[in-house]
């Protein structure tokens, strides 16, 4: 029998559990080791399972509890996305270029978690190199959603989501590049953080496309992912993008008063475009704030018709760039017998990278090159500027700006990959924030047809309190974020 109450308990009361003493960390680590082996041959959330590591970081978890010398999050399981660079343990970032790939050292998120005494139950499956909205780019195999094992979880953090909403883990970290935490949160049900550009050191994190690239928590809870970033988040020497911003504990500040606060509802959002369902999904949640003391005002960013086409072309040409490092020579996987540098350099690359991969890599390269840098790259970054000028603006006069996470529900597997632009349309309403370096956060709005639907909140630079507590009233006064699929799956 799945113990579907545990599976799906908060980590805030997880850890009162465990600081009570009322369950072990090796019982809990247990617990959810049991529902990966359970469910993962459906899903395909996991791609690495640490379970004797995970089981010996719970007993040193359980004697730190004994001893009174416990952290917040002591003795709390997580899975990693596997773009994390773990110690001494696989990480592929979804791609057959680091299928045998053994980090030497912990990404900064992953130590600072680790010295906080968390247990790393393993590694989440994701679209290769983060690149994706539906986790179908992946070399390990595609994840499904555990709301409809015929649909896509989102991506590119598509694993970490699955696993949250199946019940393998209380928490997950994601990164987000465009869209990877928010999304895959929406069609998930979960609720899904992405930092302020800077909030989190990006050190160990295998980089896609460095200027937009940011990881953070997602969870049950905004309050869990309040506990989660208070932890990951600070300036780091190794990082030299981090910002050197204090970090407040965003969970001891979570104040659910947000009487007089003022949410933007941008026009270009809540235009003819967006789908009459999730309409109403987000208007509902936003009737709730209402309620609650909130102002909604509407809003103008002018610019953001530009966003995907200003994002495909600076994501590419940075990820052209990060990427030149598997060449099979210093990094990634090496071709068989190649006949010489060339042919080692080619086919290494070839068979390394799956087709999304080489596409980005093949557009990155062009915009950048000399004859199109102008026309292409610079315009871009120009663009990119325009676009954050208008949040800017527009913050002037709200605390917060709100909209849907995602166009849709979760779509079947297959709807849109044969269209790359069908599929870079997912992240509509996510990718401008990453072009202007903004927090936002994805918590869920209630279902349509049964699948889940989010609401996202963007908040000004560093004030990730502000949309955490929104997150959170919202979900002490509605009950959204504890709906789960059933847990007990089984592969069809
Ligand atoms: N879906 C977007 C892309 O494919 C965003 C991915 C991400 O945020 N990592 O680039």
Redesign the pocket.
Known sequence: MVDTKLLTTPVSQLRQLLQERDISSVELTQAYLNQIDAVNGALNAVITICREQALEEARVADAQLAKGQAKPLTGIPILHKDIFCTHGVRTTCGSRMLDQFIPAYDATVVSKLKAEGVVVLGKCNM?EF????SNETSYFGSVKNPWNLDCVPG??SGGSAAALAAGMAPLVTG??????IRQPASLCGITGLKPTYGRVSRLGIIA?ASSLDQAGPMARTAEDCALALTVMAGVDAGDSTSADMPVPDFHAALNTDIEGLRIGLPREYFNDDLDDAVRNRVMTGLGELEKAGATLVDIDLPHSHYAIATYYVI?PAEASANLARYDGVRFGHRCDKPKDLVDLYLRSRSEGFGEEVQRRILVGTYALSAGFYDAYFNKAQQVRRIIAQDFHRAFEDVDVIAGPSAPGVAFPFGAKQQDPVAM?M??IYTLAVNLAGLPGLSTPAGLIDGMPVGLQLIGKPFDEQTILNMAHRLQLDTDWHMAHPNLEISAS
């Open positions: 679209d983060a690149m994706g909205s991506g590119s990164t987000d590049t465009g869209g990877s896609f994501a870079y997912e992240d």
